[in-house]
């Protein structure tokens, strides 16, 4: 059986990650978080106080930066490692929410990304999710996800999420901070979130997480069917 690249692209808080994360689980794929590559470049460039408006400081922070993704056997869970250091809750919070679009609209940002992305990606077999994965690092992802949901929905999964971690943050903060994201995804210059032609729209307002996962499955599964035939045909010929 081939292996292939499953792109979810979107809105923040639609469930990508988590939906992603069990496709990948199933298909015994790699996953591939590239928001919490942006995330630990923020946090990176927080700790050294990096100009965000300067070129050349951002261009050798960049040079610093190592991420990894590490299966943590104690937690179950997929830890982000900035320079070797586990960060995975660091990452997560509001101050790291309200500074990533920033940080990820710098063009010199996303190119070393969309780099690493892309060698991450290259022997395929690896579900990976962000916002320019269809477009910019896998166009030629066989599936292709866009996941969108209703802004209000988003905001409480958030603040459910921001919960279980033992932050309490408001419901209009929240609002706030997603609509400021939409905002600057969609309008920055470089690979902007924009839902690639060829990828199936997915809106999971009212979807359980299993039923994300199952309808990715079942996409991918009919295109695995698709290229299988597509091959036979070329075998018989
Ligand atoms: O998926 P997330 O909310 O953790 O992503 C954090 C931010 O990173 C989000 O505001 C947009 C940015 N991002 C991006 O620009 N390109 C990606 N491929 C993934 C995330």
């Known amino acids: ?44 460039f927080i700790q050294e106080r990096i100009a965000f408006t300067n070129q050349k400081e951002v261009e050798l922070a960049l040079e610093r930066i190592h991420i990894t993704f590490n299966y943590s056997n104690q937690t179950g869970k997929n830890q982000t490692c ?10 997560r919070t509001m101050h790291i929410s309200n500074l990533v679009s920033e940080v990820s609209a710098i063009p010199e940002v996303r190119w070393a990304m969309v780099a690493q992305q892309q060698k991450m990606g290259r022997r395929r077999g690896v579900v990976m999710d962000g916002r320019d994965i269809g477009t910019t690092v896998f166009p030629d992802a066989e599936v292709k996800v866009f996941m969108t949901a209703e802004t209000y929905i988003r905001a409480q999964r958030r603040q459910q999420e921001l919960l279980a971690k033992g932050e309490l943050v408001n419901m209009d903060e929240i609002i706030k901070n997603i609509e400021k994201r939409d905002l600057i995804d969609t309008t920055r210059s470089e690979s902007p979130l924009v ?31 698709e290229l299988h035939r597509k091959k036979s045909r070329k075998v018989i010929q």
């Open 1 to 44: 059986m081939p292996k292939i690249v499953i792109a979810i692209d979107g809105y923040s808080s639609c469930g990508k990650s988590t939906t992603a994360k069990a496709v990948a689980a199933k298909m015994g794929y790699g996953y591939i978080d590239t928001g919490a590559m942006y995330r630990a470049v923020t946090l990176f």
């Open 82 to 91: 900035l320079n070797g250091l586990n960060v995975e809750d660091e990452i």
């Open 195 to 225: 839902k690639a032609a060829d990828a199936t729209l997915l809106d999971t307002s009212h979807m359980t997480i299993e039923e994300q996962v199952d309808w990715v499955i079942e996409l991918a599964d009919r295109r695995l069917a």
